[in-house]
Nanobody, 126 residues
Framework: QVQLIESGGGLVQAGGSLRLSCAAS????????MGWFRRAPGKERDFVAA????????NYAISVKGRFTISRDNAKNTVYLQMNSLKPEDTAVYYC???????????????????WGQGTQVSVSS
């Protein structure tokens, strides 16, 4: 089992920044690729960003590319999501997730992720 706890959400004005953190425990962190997903009000959970076990490979949704940066610190068992130039449409509950490393490489589909945090609310006012 992997336990994931997100933090760093809050209310911010459009154009502002937030940094989300996700602390992992329970298994060897570097055995897992990590992802961030979000669920906006009335919508399904969507992919935001993912990072492979070493931090050397990343992937982003088109809607956040150039504004968000995913990173990880394996020594601290933590993955981060730096969010800049926030827009009202970024308002959502943000979830981090863990996917055990396989030969398939970095995945972006929700169903490939085995462990999930409880989520942290991000609200962007216009």
């Amino acid at each position: 089992q992997v336990q994931l706890i997100e933090s760093g959400g809050g209310l911010v004005q459009a154009g502002g920044s937030l940094r989300l953190s996700c602390a992992a425990s329970g298994r060897t962190f570097s055995n897992y690729d990590m992802g961030w997903f979000r669920r906006a009000p009335g919508k399904e959970r969507d992919f935001v960003a993912a990072i492979n076990w070493s931090g050397g490979v990343t992937n982003y949704a088109i809607s956040v590319k150039g504004r968000f940066t995913i990173s990880r610190d394996n020594a601290k068992n933590t993955v981060y999501l730096q969010m800049n130039s926030l827009k009202p449409e970024d308002t959502a509950v943000y979830y981090c997730a863990a996917n055990r490393v396989t030969a398939r490489g970095l995945q972006v589909q929700i169903y490939n992720y085995d462990y999930w945090g409880q989520g942290t609310q991000v609200s962007v006012s216009s």
